[in-house]
Structures are given as structure tokens and as C-alpha cells.
């Protein structure tokens, strides 16, 4: 299932398809930086086992990867400090957009899981205190996997990030007044939004991605997860990854998937590959429109699922 270039000839019938789309949503527009993006751009890549890559349409074009990188921390921190995490952040979807601040203080601090911001906050957090500079142990990391040493993080979407924080700032002291942050929220919140402003294509995410198809290998082959942690990311990707649409994802699509509001969405097959689509248009939900169609035809029209 893993030679050279297998799903080819399928994301060029995929971008045929998604071109003759008239529905794409609308890009984020909570800052200019990401506001300014075509709703009909659209990449697709699919990355195989052994480091194989190969694209459809913008699929070399870096884009914001914004939630993404939630997978990579959180990855970055489970390999570190292991289950230590979970005293400080659950692993049940939250049913509520990624944003929300609802289930905070009925739940003592406790983010419901890593990728709603809340939850995201208190990875960065940890990997911060752990590795005394998290955002860039994630780049070193992103680069090495996607074999792509001009990565970088946009200051320029960090700095407008920061300018409309105020949510994020308030998630941030909230769970600092329970115990649940290290550092000072101000060193946080800095960190969470470069970690969002890297930039990458689809190409380099479903590269980095790879160590989840792999079971926790790298791209050099050495292990980063344990097989049972790779599980565990693997499945919180599935029932957290697109926050309230994640039953609807998982019906659609049927594998661990994470998206970011820059329209970025990473897909992994354990065992067989790796994907990453863009589309800036986004759902009411924060996810990419296209991406979300895209991943269900792939999956459709080969059969891969994890079901
Ligand atoms: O925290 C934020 O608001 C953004 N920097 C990231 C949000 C995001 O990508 C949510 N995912 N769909």
C-alpha cells in the first residue's frame, strides 16, 4: 500500500471535483493576516511511510498552521513528561467551539482537552516550562520532520494574534487562578501565538505528521511516541480534533484529523500515510470547507479508514 505515488491519480480527480465547488466558506477574518486568502485556493498532499510526497494544486503554498500545531505540542509534550499531562488537561471532546470558556469553571481549571485553546494553553505551558522555549523546540521539530529548514514563524500573525487576544488572555488567567500554568501568562500567551503563526505547506505537514502513521517514529527513524502514546494522539485527533464537528468529521472523513483556522487540515492513516488539504474558506465551525470534502473523497474512493 505504500509504493511510490499510490493516490495520485486520486487527488487529481479530487481537485477536479473540489474546482467545480461553488460553496467554500469564508477565511478567518479575527485578523487581517488571514483574512486576505482566496476561498478558491486549495492543496492536497499525501505523505507516505517512507517520507514519499506528492501534492495536488497549492500543495508547496505555506499557509497559517494555527491549530495544527496543537498536535505537534502536544506530541512534543507527551514525549517528555508522559501521563503527568492528564493531571492537568482531560481528553473528552467538549462539544463546544474551540474558543470556549463554558466548561472551565465547572471543571475546576481543567481544560476538557488538548485542542480547544484552553487545553492548548496548558501543553504550551508545560512544554515551555520543560524545554524553556516551546514554540521553538515545535519549529526545530517541524523542520526536521518535513525536511524543510525555511519554516518560520510569521511574526507579523503573531503580533496581530496578540493585538486580538483578549479570549485566549482570559483562558490563560483563568486556569492560572486554579494552579494549572507554570509560567506567567503574558510568557504563554507569546509562546501559543508563535506556535500558531508558523507557516508551512501541505507538503511539510503531512510530512511532520508521518510519526503518527509510523506508530511514534521519525522521519530518522527514531521514536519520539511510544506506540501507545502515537494511539493516543491518534485518537484524541479523532474525537477532539475538529472541536463541535468532530462526530461529523469522524462520520465524513473516519480518521484522526486536526484543523486550524488558517484552513489547514492534517489526516493520518496508521500504518499507511499521511495527508494534509488546505482551503482558506472556512465553516461556522472553524473548519475548511473544501478540506473537510476533500478528506471525504479520499476516503470514500479508497476505502482507507480507521473503520
Ligand atoms: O487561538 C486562536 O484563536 C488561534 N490562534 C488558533 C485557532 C484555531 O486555529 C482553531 N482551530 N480551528
Given at each position: 500500500m505504500t509504493s511510490s505515488h499510490t493516490f495520485e491519480p486520486i487527488l487529481r480527480r479530487i481537485a477536479a471535483e473540489i474546482e467545480s465547488m461553488a460553496e467554500r466558506g469564508r477565511p478567518a477574518d479575527y485578523i487581517p493576516a488571514l483574512a486576505v486568502y482566496d476561498p478558491r485556493r486549495f492543496g492536497m498532499a499525501v505523505a507516505e511511510l517512507d517520507g514519499t510526497v506528492y501534492g495536488v494544486g497549492d500543495w508547496r503554498e505555506p499557509f497559517s498552521t494555527q491549530s495544527i500545531s496543537k498536535v505537534f505540542t502536544l506530541a512534543l509534550d507527551l514525549a517528555r513528561e508522559g501521563d503527568t499531562l492528564w493531571k492537568h488537561v482531560s481528553r473528552e471532546p467538549s462539544g463546544n467551539p474551540f474558543n470556549s470558556l463554558v466548561q472551565l469553571e465547572y471543571e475546576n481549571g481543567i481544560p476538557r482537552n488538548p485542542f480547544i485553546n484552553a487545553g492548548a494553553l496548558v501543553v504550551t505551558d508545560r512544554l515551555h516550562t520543560l524545554t524553556?522555549?516551546?514554540?521553538?523546540?515545535l519549529l526545530e521539530f517541524l523542520r526536521a520532520?518535513?525536511?524543510?529548514?525555511?519554516?518560520?514563524?510569521?511574526?507579523?500573525?503573531?503580533?496581530?494574534?496578540?493585538?486580538?487576544?483578549?479570549?485566549?488572555?482570559?483562558?490563560g488567567h483563568f486556569m492560572a487562578s486554579y494552579g494549572n500554568i507554570e509560567n506567567p501568562v503574558a510568557v504563554l500567551l507569546d509562546q501559543y501565538f508563535r506556535q500558531c503563526s508558523i507557516e508551512a505547506s501541505c507538503a511539510d505537514l503531512a510530512l511532520a505528521t508521518g510519526f503518527l502513521a509510523r506508530h511514534g517514529i521519525r522521519?530518522?527513524?527514531t521514536r519520539l511516541l511510544t506506540q501507545s502514546q502515537a494511539k493516543q494522539v491518534n485518537a484524541i485527533m479523532l474525537t477532539c480534533g475538529t472541536y463541535d464537528a468532530a462526530g461529523d468529521f469522524a462520520y465524513r472523513v473516519g480518521l484522526p484529523g486536526k484543523s486550524g483556522v488558517g484552513g489547514g487540515i492534517i489526516a493520518v492513516v496508521p500504518g499507511c500515510c499521511t495527508l494534509c488539504v488546505w482551503g482558506p474558506g472556512?465553516?461556522?465551525?472553524?473548519n475548511s470547507v473544501v478540506g473537510v470534502a476533500a478528506l471525504d473523497r479520499f476516503t470514500?474512493?479508497?476505502?482507507?479508514?480507521?473503520?
Open positions: 524553556g522555549y516551546a514554540a521553538g523546540t520532520e518535513s525536511g524543510n529548514a525555511a519554516l518560520a514563524i510569521n511574526d507579523g500573525v503573531a503580533a496581530s494574534e496578540s493585538a486580538h487576544g483578549d479570549r485566549n488572555a482570559a483562558l522521519a530518522d527513524g472556512l465553516d461556522e465551525r472553524g470514500t474512493l479508497t476505502g482507507l479508514s480507521v473503520f
